[in-house]
């Protein structure tokens, strides 16, 4: 007798049910599928009891006469492909003709349609795989799928189901996802009779704001348009990125969509995070939506039973174009941030800075040891209004200048541990003193203020510099604006063939462990290329001559020691084989040991110096490790605060 037995229709369809459906928000993924292939253009879901007691999906597409339904019933019965040719071409949501009979198989299922055109509809009711009636009835064109009971005939199934908040919350990011993969579609979702979701059709331009809505994004948040853009295969690329530092109140994911068709691609996710490299804070994910659109021919869709994964025939050049748009729209991004806090047009004067702006960090002023620094402003709590200060901004401030020829001989000259900035850059000899600011008056102030010029009224807790503009107060990392611009001083001196270096003056002798002395020889180029001189001395020594300049007041067993770290954690972790990923991990460790500190006092001219050098930079809204680098906060919000609206 034959071992081998050709299963009974049911247990095959509840075999492949476990494949298909694995939770209520399979099954609405399944039939919203099938509603957006009938042409739908709106959409309505219910949805009882997390979904396990109720889903009724209402579409007004084609709909099916008596026998389509019937059809529809049967294992791989379906309208979207007639022979092998179209396999290689699909451009449907669904193909294999499996979820409906899946559904009906572990359900109680009904449906009722009428196609245009007909007078009648037809319903068909099932009831765990077995059809129980069918009969004529007048409804709506459209199509209305109604399941109950879910898993009611495989209790063990029913059991593996999670909390209803979690399976709910599956419902509505399928929804969410379809939402956003067709703007074009009216979608409308209650959840035991209370409305969750409504989103009308876009019409023109009215997807970025789709997004905000459907992600719970502050409305007034600018996003970064990714494209679009394209390559000679037909690839294209298009989307919105939300800022990296800002998170909405839904879960913070990229939503990928192939040819219209949501998926779970790890080659664009990671396509993604390498163009917000430098921007995006470690272990971050990017959020927004991406849209890939390509020949069907150059991408494979039958590859998951869930049709959640895919495969693309060329991913490479898919994954490199997805880089470089990604790359684009942070830079195009840039401009529009830029626009935005510092108004259109922005320029060095936008901060009044009245010292001549030179090439940075130059531009920076330092003291010479002759002249001592002023005091950080303090408050004039006595309310009268000294002669030695002229009226407007400094009527609210007392600046003082202490006389060096009465300062302690041993007390530091500059207090508080501040150090000149132009020296902490390594530069020497530092240039002549730059002369004194003049304080704005009154009515240069308003000039300011009506030219959309932004005016620096001090550092809070050493660390921020606040600027006072027409649109309202803008606060500005120190460390982390310096740190992005030596950075991308560092990147382009590198990728222009070496980093400038400073010759130390007393060379300094290290002893080198075995490992560093392999990264050493291993390295030796690209070490040099960084501005770094090292040379064997004897046996384990080695004698560092040269650092890169810009890191000049950084202990240089530091830098070398920083340099030896980097290569040595990335030949072990992800960046192994990357080797811009680790160029741009040292050249970040370097930029962020050589910038201003945090909790250091500047000057009102060194702060509006930086200013003006952040403001000419193309990148300046993060630093390289990702940390936000300016922040704005409008009149109008402010005005919120004390009630003032």
């Given at each position: 007798?034959?071992?081998?037995?050709?299963?009974?229709?049911?247990?095959a369809?509840?075999?492949?049910?476990?494949?298909?459906?694995?939770?209520?928000?399979?099954?609405?993924?399944e039939?919203?599928?099938?509603?957006?292939?009938?042409?739908?253009?709106?959409?309505?879901?219910?949805?009882?009891?997390?979904?396990a007691?109720?889903?009724?999906v209402?579409?007004?597409?084609?709909?099916?006469?008596?026998?389509?339904?019937?059809?529809?019933?049967?294992?791989?019965?379906?309208?979207?492909?007639?022979n092998?040719?179209?396999?290689?071409?699909?451009?449907t949501?669904?193909?294999?003709?499996?979820?409906?009979p899946?559904?009906?198989?572990?359900?109680?299922l009904?449906?009722?349609?009428r196609?245009?055109?007909?007078?009648?509809?037809?319903r068909?009711?099932?009831?765990?795989?077995?059809?129980?009636?069918v009969?004529?009835?007048?409804?709506?064109?459209?199509t209305?799928?109604?399941?109950?009971?879910?898993?009611?005939?495989?209790?063990?199934?029913?059991?593996?189901?999670?909390?209803?908040?979690?399976?709910?919350?599956?419902?509505?990011?399928?929804?969410?996802?379809y939402?956003?993969?067709?703007?074009?579609?009216?979608?409308?979702?209650?959840?035991?009779?209370?409305?969750?979701?409504?989103v009308?059709?876009?019409?023109?331009?009215?997807?970025?704001?789709r997004?905000?809505?459907?992600?719970?994004?502050?409305?007034?948040?600018?996003?970064?348009?990714?494209?679009?853009?394209?390559?000679?295969?037909?690839v294209k690329?298009?989307?919105?990125?939300?800022?990296?530092?800002?998170?909405?109140?839904?879960?913070?994911?990229?939503?990928?969509f192939?040819?219209?068709?949501?998926?779970?691609?790890?080659?664009?996710?990671?396509?993604?995070?390498?163009?917000?490299?430098?921007?995006?804070?470690?272990g971050?994910?990017?959020?927004?939506?991406?849209?890939?659109?390509?020949?069907?021919?150059?991408?494979?869709?039958?590859?998951?039973?869930?049709?959640?994964?895919?495969?693309?025939?060329?991913g490479?050049?898919v994954h490199?174009?997805?880089?470089?748009?990604?790359?684009?729209?942070?830079?195009?991004?840039?401009?529009?941030?830029?626009?935005?806090?510092?108004?259109?047009g922005?320029?060095?004067?936008?901060?009044?800075?009245?010292?001549?702006?030179?090439?940075?960090?130059?531009?920076?002023?330092?003291?010479?040891?002759?002249?001592?620094?002023?005091?950080?402003?303090?408050?004039?709590?006595?309310g009268?209004?000294?002669?030695?200060?002229?009226?407007?901004?400094?009527?609210?401030?007392?600046?003082?200048r202490p006389?060096?020829?009465?300062?302690?001989?041993?007390?530091?000259?500059?207090?508080?541990?501040?150090?000149?900035?132009?020296?902490?850059?390594?530069?020497?000899?530092?240039?002549?003193?730059?002369?004194?600011?003049?304080?704005?008056?009154?009515?240069?102030?308003e000039?300011?203020?009506?030219?959309?010029?932004?005016?620096?009224?001090?550092?809070?807790?050493?660390?921020?510099?606040?600027c006072?503009?027409?649109?309202?107060?803008?606060?500005?990392?120190?460390?982390?604006?310096?740190?992005?611009?030596?950075?991308?001083?560092?990147?382009?001196?590198?990728?222009?063939g070496r980093?400038?270096?400073?010759?130390?003056?007393?060379?300094?002798?290290?002893?080198?462990?075995?490992?560093?002395?392999?990264?050493l020889?291993?390295s030796?180029?690209?070490?040099?290329?960084?501005?770094?001189?090292?040379r064997?001395?004897?046996?384990?020594?080695?004698?560092?001559?040269?650092?890169?300049?810009?890191?000049?007041?950084?202990?240089?067993?530091?830098?070398?020691?920083?340099v030896?770290?980097?290569?040595?954690?990335?030949?072990?972790?992800?960046?192994?084989?990357?080797?811009?990923?680790?160029?741009?991990?040292i050249?970040?460790?370097?930029a962020?040991?050589?910038?201003?500190k945090?909790?250091?006092?500047?000057?009102?001219?060194?702060?509006?110096?930086?200013?003006?050098?952040?403001?000419k930079?193309?990148?300046?809204?993060?630093?390289?490790h990702?940390?936000?680098v300016?922040?704005?906060?409008?009149?109008?919000?402010?005005?919120?605060w004390f009630?003032?609206?």
């Open positions: 007798m034959s071992q081998i037995r050709i299963l009974p229709e049911n247990l369809n509840q075999i492949a049910a476990g494949e298909v459906v694995e939770r209520p928000a399979s099954v609405v993924k039939l919203v599928e099938n509603s957006i292939d009938a042409g739908a253009a709106g959409l309505t879901v219910q949805v009882e009891g997390a979904g007691s109720l889903i009724r209402i579409d007004d597409g084609r709909g099916m006469d008596q026998d389509d339904i019937l059809l529809s019933l049967e294992r791989h019965a379906t309208s979207k492909l007639i092998v040719a179209q396999l290689n071409e699909i451009m949501l669904g193909f294999r003709g499996e979820a409906v899946s559904i009906a198989s572990v359900s109680r009904s449906i009722t349609s196609p245009l055109g007909a007078e009648l509809g037809a068909v009711e099932v009831r765990f795989g077995k059809v129980v009636k009969h004529e009835m007048g409804c709506r064109v459209g209305v799928v109604e399941m109950r009971d879910l898993f009611g005939n495989v209790p063990a199934r029913k059991k593996f189901l999670k909390t209803p908040r979690t399976e709910l919350s599956h419902i509505e990011e399928v929804l969410r996802g939402a956003l993969a067709r703007p074009e579609l009216a979608l409308d979702y209650f959840v035991n009779g209370r409305e969750i979701l409504a009308p059709p876009v019409v023109g331009g009215g997807l970025e704001q997004l905000k809505n459907l992600l719970g994004c502050d409305s007034r948040r600018s996003l970064a348009t990714v494209g679009p853009a394209s390559a000679e295969n037909g690329i298009s989307g919105f990125l939300l800022p990296p530092d800002y998170f909405p109140s839904q879960s913070a994911n990229l939503r990928a192939v040819n219209g068709r949501p998926v779970r691609d790890r080659l664009i996710t990671h396509a993604v995070a390498e163009g917000l490299r430098n921007f995006l804070m470690k971050r994910r990017p959020t927004g939506v991406l849209f890939v659109d390509l020949p069907p021919a150059a991408v494979d869709v039958n590859v998951h039973p869930a049709k959640q994964e895919i495969r693309f025939h060329d490479q050049v490199q174009l997805i880089v470089l748009t990604v790359g684009a729209a942070m830079e195009k991004f840039q401009a529009e941030l830029k626009g935005a806090v510092f108004g259109e922005s320029a060095p004067e936008v901060f009044g800075a009245e010292l001549p702006v030179s090439a940075w960090p130059e531009a920076i002023p330092t003291l010479s040891g002759s002249e001592a620094r002023p005091e950080k402003p303090v408050l004039d709590h006595s009268k209004k000294s002669a030695d200060h002229p009226a407007g901004f400094y009527d609210r401030i007392k600046s003082k006389d060096p020829a009465v300062a302690e001989p041993d007390q530091p000259r500059f207090g508080n541990g501040w150090e000149p900035v132009r020296e902490s850059l390594g530069h020497s000899p530092p240039i002549a003193p730059a002369p004194a600011s003049r304080p704005e008056t009154t009515e240069q102030s000039q300011a203020l009506a030219a959309g010029r932004f005016r620096v009224i001090g550092q809070l807790l050493d660390t921020y510099i606040l006072e503009g027409e649109e309202g107060l803008v606060a500005v990392d120190q460390h982390a604006a310096q740190e992005r611009l030596i950075f991308e001083r560092l990147k382009k001196e590198f990728g222009a980093v400038t270096g400073q010759t130390l003056l007393f060379p300094k002798t290290m002893e080198l462990g075995a490992e560093e002395i392999a990264i020889e291993g030796a180029e690209e070490i040099a290329r960084m501005g770094i001189d090292i064997e001395f004897g046996g384990n020594t080695y004698v560092l001559k040269a650092v890169p300049a810009v890191m000049g007041r950084v202990p240089p067993e530091e830098i070398l020691r920083g030896f770290d980097q290569f040595a954690g990335a030949a072990g972790g992800r960046d192994r084989g990357d080797a811009a990923r680790r160029l741009d991990n050249l970040s460790g370097m962020c040991k050589a910038a201003i945090a909790r250091q006092s500047l000057s009102i001219a060194e702060m509006k110096s930086l200013l003006d050098e952040m403001v930079n193309d990148v300046f809204s993060h630093c390289p990702g940390r936000p300016v922040r704005k906060f409008p009149v109008s919000e402010i005005k919120r009630h003032r609206t």
